[in-house]
């Protein structure tokens, strides 16, 4: 079994910038492609944003193009999201996930972390 855990969560003001991390376990960490989904209560989890085994390709949420930003660093086993100029509607859990393709949805992530609260308050 591959284990997330995410960190970097917090209290932010609209406007302002958090980086999650994601740290896996194991050796295989470069074998899977690797996403954020975040969720609120009373809504399903979606999808913000993912990335491909070796970073080169990377697919991102509508609603956060142009303000988030994910990578990895297989050296590390760790993935990151950069969220810039947060708004109140980024409020939610967020949740790592590993899988087989860089999907836009829950069907190809095998594992899942626990997630990490962001609030964003205006």
């Known amino acids: 079994q591959v284990q997330l855990v995410e960190s970097g969560g917090g209290l932010v003001q609209a406007g302002g910038s958090l980086r999650l991390s994601c740290a896996a376990s194991g050796r295989t960490f470069s074998l899977y492609a690797m996403g954020w989904f975040r969720q609120v209560p009373g809504k399903e989890r979606e999808f913000v944003a993912a990335?491909?085994?070796?970073?080169?390709?990377?697919y991102y949420a509508d609603s956060v193009k142009g303000r988030f930003t994910i990578s990895r660093d297989n050296a590390k086993n760790t993935l990151y999201l950069q969220m810039n100029s947060l708004k109140p509607e980024d409020t939610a859990v967020y949740y790592c996930?590993?899988?087989?393709?860089?999907?836009?949805?829950?069907?190809?992530?095998?594992?899942w972390g626990q997630g990490t609260q962001v609030t964003v308050s205006s």
């Open positions: 990335i491909s085994q070796r970073g080169i390709s990377t």
């Open positions: 996930a590993a899988g087989l393709v860089p999907g836009r949805d829950r069907v190809p992530y095998s594992y």
